[in-house]
């Protein structure tokens, strides 16, 4: 065993991460840094470079430029003792698919120091029940479910997942958010994950970083997201001549202000999807 | 590496069981012990042209030959894309050790399989045709170890071969042509004596034909040299042949093995899947 570096500095640190595919540019100086014990969200539309950021931070791909380091060494030169301490999820695994889950944890077991309980680990992502299917013959939720057993198996300090919950339903979304929370809070795993569900990041997340077009355009608190808006919302109303929907600072005011006969009156809040929608258009016109 | 080896022999075991669970699976490998009974069966009363012979018992030793080597040059590579394109390479790859318990895993199913087949075609072939099972220590030991040395030189080459294919289906095509080829000038059921000389060549450098008649060696009677057109059955140079393939997958195997994960990741794979879809969805209409 190798001894693992002192679990000081941030558990990833990206600094002007570049990636290039012949004469594009797909990551045009990525700036992040995840702090240990801390869940980061990173959004972004398709294409935007999510998977790519992930794949250099799991060593599978070899940045062009930049300084990376993750749990204090250099995916590109990293050890294979390094790569026991992530759990990976990769945006489509359909591997060992004729293994049966127990017996596929059970093997997998062999390659980790201190490892779960097979069994323990399928209950914790709730596939008790499929425990003797064959991996194949999962429902797409369920394989999921299995990739995300797969990566917390080995009791990793740092969770990566690439859209985990893509193909969930809503029982099973919520069962693994609770499951994320707890091995944040107990066990001190760091998380990143991506995903285009913004409830999930809002709820999931201490951190949100937008990632649009190679480049980190937003990095804040869910809180701060929505601030950042200030105290904006969005007034809607009917009237006679037909449907309003205006911007503003202050909605009391406005309201108030509205001729008494206006029907169908909602005030809505920013919500995280304001401050995304906007982030992301905005930044499309300026590139 | 002492952890690695053990996940390596429980892979092996895991991969066992699943073939033994599997009934289409198991078909395709007794499928071939049947065509032997069948093939052979029909002959058994023929002796072979210029020779006491029979022309079965050649066609039972031809089939233990060339069971190993399409084993080795078709399903090992086949096995390795597709395990390559559904991840399960990549997921070794994060594992401490995963490659070398993969390779490892891989080369014993592979030799278990190998055994169980050989065993099975002699067997059968012995039922068929009368042909006597090889009796002295001697037949025995060189059974052994022509199927030890063709099988690992095969398995590996064949595992070489796969890292390079483009997609399981079409790396079939790009594997059975040049295997086809060779498996015709080889004389694998019939020593071939009357060959051009540059395609005897190309026969003499590769395993199967060496592989054939070191089976030939073990399993016939010596009366079946006069066809051979040799003196003796040159088992010094069935051994180098073979050793020497050995020798060259040992090296090439774990490197290209290593090459191709190195440059796998879920990207790839959903590229190679995409791709695939969309060709399937052309073929489809
Ligand atoms: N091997 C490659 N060669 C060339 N271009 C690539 C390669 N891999 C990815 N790209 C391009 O890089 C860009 C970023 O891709 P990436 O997969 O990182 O996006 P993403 O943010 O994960 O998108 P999604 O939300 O759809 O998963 C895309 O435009 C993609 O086409
Ligand atoms: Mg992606």
Known sequence: MTASPAPTGPAVEIRDLRMRYGDRDVLRGVELEIQRGECLALLGPNGAGKTTTIEVLEGFRHRSDGHVRVLGEDPATASEAWRARLGIVIQQWRDHGRFRPLELLEHLRRFYDDPRGAAETLELVGLGDQATQPAGKLSGGQRRRLDVAMAILGRPDLLLLDEPTGGFDPAARHDFHELLRRLVSEEEVTVLLTTHDLAEAERLADRIAILVDGRVVRDATAGELAASLGREAEVRWRDERGRHAVRTEDPNRFVRELPIDVEDLEVRRATLEDVYLRTVREDEVTA | ?285
């Open chain 2, 1 to 285: 590496m002492s952890g690695a080896l053990g996940a390596g022999v429980d892979r092996a075991r895991l991969e066992l069981r699943m073939l033994l669970r599997s009934p289409r699976e198991l078909w395709a490998q007794i499928l071939g012990m049947v065509v032997v009974v069948v093939v052979a069966g029909r002959l058994a009363d023929q002796a072979a042209p210029g020779g006491s012979v029979p022309m079965a018992w050649y066609v039972v030793s031809g089939f233990v030959a060339a069971s190993l080597f399409f084993a080795g040059m078709l399903n090992v590579p086949q096995m390795v894309v597709a395990e390559r394109d559904d991840g399960t390479v990549l997921r070794m790859r994060t594992l401490r050790g995963g490659l070398t318990a993969y390779l490892v895993g891989k080369l014993l199913f592979c030799a278990a399989v190998t055994v169980a087949t050989v065993v099975g075609t002699l067997i059968a072939g012995t039922l068929a045709t009368g042909m006597p099972l090889p009796s002295t220590v001697g037949d025995v030991a060189v059974l052994a170890w022509v199927v030890l040395l063709g099988f690992t030189a095969v398995t590996l080459l064949g595992a070489a071969i796969g890292t390079v294919l483009p997609n399981a289906r079409e790396g079939m095509m790009y594997a059975l042509l040049p295997a086809g080829v060779l498996f015709a000038i080889s004389g694998v059921m019939f020593p071939v004596t009357a060959m051009p000389a540059a395609v005897q060549a190309v026969a003499d450098a590769f395993p199967l034909k060496w592989m054939a008649q070191g089976i030939r060696a073990a399993l016939l009677p010596d009366a079946a040299l006069a066809r051979q057109g040799t003196d003796g059955w040159q088992l010094p140079v069935v051994a180098a042949v073979l050793a020497a393939w050995c020798a060259v997958g040992a090296l090439l195997a774990p490197l290209m093995l290593r090459r191709m994960a190195r440059r796998e990741s879920g990207s790839r794979l959903s590229a190679r899947r995409e791709a695939a879809e969309q060709k399937a969805a052309v073929v489809g209409r």
